[in-house]
């Protein structure tokens, strides 16, 4: 399975913008590049995915690299509520493929109020 | 639609029980996964069925695990003669098939095996 690299933590400031950097040198013209969160004591929650182009979703923003070998997760504005694990994920969305998600250690945002 | 429910949320047994846990997806949802998540980790892919038909197992899916999912509606994740080891949080998820919005996952149970 093609990988991922996030930093483990990062800090932000309530109200303030995050990008969120994710490093897949690996990826496969197959992959989708998937971001999840989990809240503490809660199951991960769907952010956003994408293939090529840019994306944007109430949730956040999704920006691509061309060669697609990174991508950015953008909160334009971060809230408290946010502060969570974030795992960026790649899956192969070939029809014959199990689909599964195969979770990295994701990275852990803080957001000071 | 209430999302995937887990049931039950916590389960305490002692060495050696068995356990049995129930998952409920998403009515429209024909992909169901079982995953396993330890502290400060993020969670493992042990299994998914499509409709009935489990079609594929992670090698930690150990002989004492077993899954069903009947008339691919509800799902059961067993666990045979628990070891401490097995303490984790038993997370369930479900999607169409295909990509569209991703999965959406339970809660989890939380098993502790003392």
């Known amino acids: 399975d093609a990988k991922t690299t996030q930093p483990n933590s990062m800090e932000s400031n309530e109200e303030e913008p995050v990008h969120l950097p994710c490093n897949h040198s690996t990826i496969s013209g197959t992959d989708y590049i998937h971001w999840y969160r989990q809240l503490p004591s809660q199951g991960p929650e769907y952010v956003i995915h994408?293939?090529?182009s840019n994306v944007n979703n109430r949730m956040a923003s999704l920006a691509i690299a061309e060669d697609r070998k990174s991508s950015t997760l953008i909160l334009h504005r971060a809230t408290l509520r946010d502060a969570a694990v974030y795992y960026c994920i790649l899956r192969d969305e070939r029809n014959n493929a199990g689909n599964m998600l195969t979770f990295g250690g994701g990275t852990r945002l803080m957001v000071k109020p | 639609d209430t999302g995937v429910s887990q049931d039950p949320r916590h389960k305490i047994t002692k060495r050696g029980q068995n356990v049995t846990f129930r998952c409920d997806p998403i009515s429209e949802h024909n992909r169901l996964y079982w995953y396993r998540q330890t502290l400060g980790q993020g969670p493992e892919f042990l299994t998914y069925f499509q409709n009935e038909a489990q079609l594929e197992k992670s090698r930690l899916l150990s002989d004492r695990f077993s899954a069903e999912r009947p008339k691919g509606s509800f799902s059961t994740l067993e666990i045979q003669r628990t070891e401490q080891g097995d303490s984790a949080m038993y997370l369930c998820?479900?999607?169409?098939?295909?990509f569209g919005d991703g999965y959406t996952f339970g809660s989890g149970t939380r098993l502790t095996v003392v």
């Open positions: 994408g293939l090529t």
């Open positions: 998820a479900s999607s169409r098939t295909g």
